[in-house]
Structures are given as C-alpha cells and as structure tokens.
C-alpha cells in the first residue's frame, strides 16, 4: 500500500479486487458458496463490484504496469488475467489483450504465501512465483534484464553479490562476508549506521529505544488525513515522534525544485525550532530545511470525452516526509541505498533477504553483520534462476523489436477502423432521447434512429475493410512493397472520415445547436456533447492513421470541418483530447529545419528524441521537400543505395542484415525514401 501511495498507483488487490485467499484457475466443485477461504473461476466474481468508470477502464486499459513481481503470487496473477478476460468481453486472449510490463528481480523477496493455502495451490502450480501462473504460459513474457550496476562500485563485492543471486558461494565469499561478523557491535555516536531487521517489532524496538537515550524534549508532529486514507498505507507515524539528535530517514522525493533529498537518504535532526525541522544529510553534512510533504490516495477512471485515464483524488495525507531510521526492516529496505548498515538476520532469513540484505550495502567495508551467514541462508530458488536462463541474447532484441513494432503498427492501423463504440454509442443515444422534454422531441426520436442506422452501415462496410487490410498487411510482410496498402488506405480514410462527417456528425452538431437556448436540457445536451465527442476522436484517428512512416492522409485540412468542435454554452470544451495530426507534428519539425535548427536542436525544443525528429524529416524525402543530402553525408548514401536497389524492396529490415550495425534504421529508411522518390519521378515523366 505505501509503495503504491509512492508510486502514485494502486495496489493489484484495491484494483482488481482480488480476494486475500487462493484463487483457482479452474471451476470446483468441491466449494460451496459459503467458502470465502477459496476463490475460483466463478466464485472470483461474487464479491466484485465495479461501477461503469471501472469497466469502461478495463475495457480502454492498453498497458498494465505490475512492479516488485518477485513478490506476485501464480494464483493472483491468473485472477488477473481471468477479470481482464471477463470486463473485456475477451476470454481466449491472455489479460483480455492488455499488454503487461512486469518489473522487478525475481533474485529478491519471494511471494507469501502460508503453508495451509500452498497445500491448496501446489495441485495447479509448480511454484507460487508469477512465471508458474497459467496466463504466463499462454503469453510468456520478454524478459530483459538491467545488468549495469549503480549502487556499487566495488568489483570485489559486485562479484560476491553476483556469486549469492545464483547459488554460486565460494568458501572463500563466507570467509569475506563471515569477516564482518561482529555481534556486540555498537556503533558510535559519530558513526551512522541503520540496522536492517527482519521484523517490524525489532525494527520499532530499536527505534524506541535509541529515541530514548537522546537527551533533550520529545516533540510531536501530528499529521493530517482528508478523505479517504487507510490508516494501513501511511507512509510514516500519523504522530511522528522526534527529538533533535535523532537518526531519520526520508521517505519521499524532494518535489521541490531543488531536489535536496530522496527517498531513503539518511539524516540527523539538528534542531527543531518554532515546529520547524532542521537536519543535516548523513553523507555530506548538509543543513536542510524540511516542509511538510502530501501524499495522494489515487483512483483512475476511463473519461470517455478525452478517452484518457483520469486520476481522481480520495484523499491525502500530509506529514513531514520522515521516519525514525535506526532500524528498518529488509522488507521496507528494498531499493534502498546504505554506507553504513548493520545486518541483524538471526537464523529467519527467507530466500532473497539475504540477497536484499547485502545488496543495500554500497561496499563491504560499511557493512555489519550480526550474525554469521551459512549456506543454508542463501538458497536462491532454483526455479527463480531456470527462469533467469530465458532471458533473450541482446542480439536478439533489435530484430524482436522491429518485428514486434510491424505487429503493432499493423493492429493499430486495422483498430483504427473499429466501428463497435460509435454503433454503441449510438444505441445508448437512441435509448437516451425517448421521455426527453426537447422543443421538437419528434425530430430527436427519428435522428437517434437515423444515426444509429447510419452507424450500422458504415460499421458493416468497416469490418469488410478491416478483413481487407489484414491480407494487404500480410501482403507487406511477405513482399515488404507498401504500395498498394498505401493507396487503399489513403482512399479508405477520405472514405470514412467523409461518411462519418456527412452522416453522423455533422447533424447530430446541428442538432446540439439547436438546444442551446432552450431550457432544461443541460444533462441532455452534455450527453450528446460526449458522443460527438466520440465522433470526433474517431475522425482524428483516422485523419492520423499510420503505417511505419507512412502517414496515409497526405491532407489532413481537407477533412477540417469534421475535427473542430462546435463552441456550445455549458460544454466545456477542455474535457477534450487536443490532439496533434502526426502529419502535422511531422510539418513542425520541417518548418524548424528549414529555417535552420539543427536536429539536436529541434528535438530539444519539441522534447523529442533526435531519432524521432530524423524520422520525420526522412518522409519529405519521398515528397520532394527535402534532399537526402540534407540529412544524410554523400559518402554514406553511395554506400547504401546500391543496396537498396539491389533489393529492390520497400522495407528496411533486409537492407539492415546486408550492410549490419555500421548503419541504422533511420540512415536505411532516409536513402529508401529517396530511391522511392527518383522512382515516382521516372514514372511521372
């Protein structure tokens, strides 16, 4: 709960839901409806509760985060997948076809998971790590792992560290680590170590304690809750008891402009004066002020108008951004940094808290062990480095990439043409006006009907050109010429963008106008305003529509008159997207470079990626706008081209494997949009 307040997140049981006992991927029948203990397949459901907002979120939700998953249950990950299936309507595709980006290391804190519901579990997983959970065997995840290493500079210890994650302990490593073995350690007045503990009750007693022994007046420091907070997600004491002398720790990022301090960096009270703070940082000594800080209860909703997820604030929590930090527990600790940390394990260390442990430490030299380590502490699972094994070969990622964007280009570009929320939303319009007290509800009545008639039509003409462009799809990633997917599209957007305008937009923008004078219509009027707002997302998507660098509506003011809102009284008009046409984006980093920015330049001033800004410049190649020298030195192009033209193709991928890692995609793509160039001139004269 803490970390998901620090994240500005929620927790995978506050949004989905989920129950805090097994869940079976499977239906029995051996539980009764009375067993709460015990959730399965439809059971899962019973106690669910989700508003509209909800599931209008889970159904627009694109990207799921799930962060520290070496502490995610098999079981609670496959309830995931199982709401996600239902609340989307989708129950043969994993997580209902929500992409999931898992973090962290799976070398750390294992899942909890009591011995009685293991007994339960252990008939469907092999173990209770995410990676065992039935969805992930549908659709197994990339897994790439971080290898540079920041909180230590020390090879000798990086090594021992390396050598613990994956069971590897040399005799001589326990002599190493056993050499800071020091059980009556007291550290000095001057010297500032925090002691990593496995327990809460230790940590707090050592806190306790140490508080007691400063001289001098305790103050108090009372926080403040508004709305709703759980007492179970404060960050620190909801009454936070400090003396000046006392070692303390922060529990937030600076959110000022100077960011003074972070999350975990060590201080000492120096003064507490008038109810204001003083501490000087452990490290370098420095005198900082301190301000109370706020932390938000966060809930996310699905805005249908922006088509946006949109953070609602339940409540706060204000308190100095503190804690008492003579001790705190190894589970508390993670992702913490120390220089100086002494290690109280005694004999209950799990798999992954040694290794947490140590590796809070920056170096070996400002580390302290209470109690000796034995081989029997540092048994990484051996399921957790079997899965390690998968991760893919660096030279693998370039090309999975590059597949991977094809796939998602192709998916987007096919969605674009999804008629299902305009024929929906124009059911919930018919719906809507009967009973209304309109000047000319008659005319209301027949334009509902009207409009979801129309919507129906072009829906129906919708999915036949989605299963059109599939083959054309498959057509460029067999032969890699997007010629004929260009032209069909470009042909296909004026097609639809026109139908929707002519046929549903703009009269039902003529029929909002007609009502804002009249009385009493306000909720109705909004209503409507949210699906011409739909409408009008649904134009933009497609006036954008792109394939690789291929933007296909070559003239996005043609279609103006379909992606203005109409400016009504009472309608707020910044609830809606403001969205760019990527043509457009594309057209501003042109107008920079022609008058003499360089790309470094404009990517700065756009905060954009040079990449990016390279890849935009590269398309008014292919128009004439441009020269392909201006981007690209000569020697470099003599290089390429007859590549290119030996190919023959229209894509960059098999240019790349002939010339290999001394030139990039973007170089390739720049001289492939000049050869399509020079061949559009051949065929115009």
Same mark, same amino acid.
């Given at each position: ?58 159904? !627009? ?6 962060? !520290? ?153 009372? #926080? ?43 201080? *000492? ?43 609602? !604030?339940? #409540? ?133 009907? *009207? ?8 829906? +129906? ?32 957007i004026g097609y639809f963008v026109k139908a929707a305008g002519e046929e549903l937009l703009l009269p039902l923008q003529k029929h909002i106008s007609s009502l804002q004078h ?21 134009v933009q998507k497609m006036i954008q529509a792109f394939y690789e660098d291929i933007v296909f509506c070559k003239n996005p003011d043609a279609y103006k008159e379909y992606t ?22 594309q057209a501003e980093s042109l107008d920079l470079f022609k008058k003499g920015k360089s790309i470094p330049d404009i990517a700065a001033m756009r905060q954009l990626t040079e ?46 494997? +002939?010339?290999?890692? !001394? ?23």
């Amino acid at each position: 709960g803490v970390a998901a307040i620090n994240a500005a997140g929620v927790t995978m049981h506050s949004f989905f839901q989920l129950p805090f006992g097994p869940f079976i991927p499977d239906t029995r029948r051996g539980f009764t409806n009375n067993d709460d203990t015990v959730a399965d397949k439809h059971s899962l459901f019973k106690n669910i509760r989700f508003n509209t907002e909800k599931r209008d979120l889970l159904q !627009e939700l694109e990207l799921l985060i799930i962060d !520290e998953v070496s502490m995610v249950r098999a079981d609670m990950l496959d309830a995931m997948d199982t709401i996600l299936r239902h609340f989307r309507k989708k129950l043969h595709v994993p997580f209902g076809g929500v992409q999931v980006l898992y973090i962290g290391d799976m070398y750390q804190l294992p899942p909890v998971i009591p011995n009685n519901e293991w007994d339960i579990l252990q008939a469907y997983y092999e173990s209770p790590f995410f990676f065992s959970a039935k969805a992930i065997a549908e659709a197994p995840p990339l897994y790439i792992e971080l290898k540079k290493i920041y909180r230590q500079n020390e090879q000798l210890f990086i090594d021992i560290l390396n050598r613990v994650r994956n069971n590897q302990v040399t005799e001589e490593d326990f002599e190493l680590l056993n050499g800071r073995y020091q059980p009556d350690f007291s550290p000095s007045k001057v010297e500032k170590y925090i002691t990593l503990s496995t327990h809460n009750k230790k940590a707090d007693a050592i806190n306790a304690a140490e508080l007691e022994k400063l001289p001098g007046k305790m103050i108090v420091f009372n #926080g403040t809750v508004t709305g709703d907070f759980s007492d179970k997600a404060l960050p620190t004491d909801m009454n936070l008891q400090l003396k000046e002398g006392a070692q303390v720790m922060f529990i937030k990022n600076d959110s000022g402009t100077d960011r003074k301090y972070f999350n975990g960096k060590l201080a *000492t009270i120096k003064k507490i004066n008038n109810g204001e703070i003083t501490v000087t940082a452990n490290n370098d000594n420095e005198e900082l002020k301190i301000e109370k800080e706020t932390w938000l209860n966060i809930r996310y909703s699905y805005q249908k108008e922006s088509d946006s997820i949109k953070e609602e !604030e339940l #409540g706060s929590f204000t308190q100095y951004p503190l804690r008492l930090a003579w001790a705190v527990t190894i589970h508390k600790s993670q992702g913490l940094t120390f220089d100086k940390a002494i290690i109280d394990a005694g004999a209950s260390f799990a798999p992954g808290q040694v290794y947490v442990a140590l590796s809070r430490c920056t170096s070996l030299q400002g580390m302290v062990l209470l109690s000796k380590l034995y081989p029997s502490a540092i048994a990484t699972d051996k399921r957790v480095i079997a899965f390690a094994q998968k991760e893919a070969a660096a030279e693998e990622l370039q090309q999975i990439l590059q597949q991977e964007q094809r796939h998602y280009w192709a998916d987007q570009l096919v969605k674009t043409f999804d008629y299902s929320k305009i024929v929906s939303a124009m059911a919930d319009f018919r719906e809507l006006v009967p009973g209304k007290k309109l000047p000319d509800a008659q005319y209301a009545v027949a334009l509902s009907h *009207t409009l979801l008639n129309k919507a129906r039509e072009q829906a +129906v003409i919708a999915e036949k050109f989605q299963l059109q462009l599939q083959q054309l799809l498959q057509h460029v990633a067999e032969t890699g010429n997007t010629s004929i997917l260009e032209e069909r599209v470009s042909k296909g957007i004026g097609y639809f963008v026109k139908a929707a305008g002519e046929e549903l937009l703009l009269p039902l923008q003529k029929h909002i106008s007609s009502l804002q004078h009249a009385a009493k219509v306000k909720k109705y009027v909004s209503e409507a305003a949210a699906i011409e707002g739909l409408l009008l997302q649904q134009v933009q998507k497609m006036i954008q529509a792109f394939y690789e660098d291929i933007v296909f509506c070559k003239n996005p003011d043609a279609y103006k008159e379909y992606t203005i809102r109409k400016d009504l009284p009472g309608i707020d008009k910044t609830t809606y997207k403001n969205t760019t046409v990527k043509g457009s984006s594309q057209a501003e980093s042109l107008d920079l470079f022609k008058k003499g920015k360089s790309i470094p330049d404009i990517a700065a001033m756009r905060q954009l990626t040079e990449g990016t800004v390279t890849g935009h410049l590269a398309m008014f190649i292919r128009t004439g706008e441009l020269d392909v020298l201006d981007l690209l030195p000569e020697e470099r192009l003599n290089i390429i081209l007859p590549v290119v033209i030996e190919i023959g193709g229209n894509t960059v991928s098999p240019v790349k494997e +002939v010339l290999g890692d !001394e030139f990039s995609y973007t170089d390739i793509r720049i001289v492939l949009n000049h050869w399509q160039r020079l061949q559009q001139e051949k065929v115009n004269t």
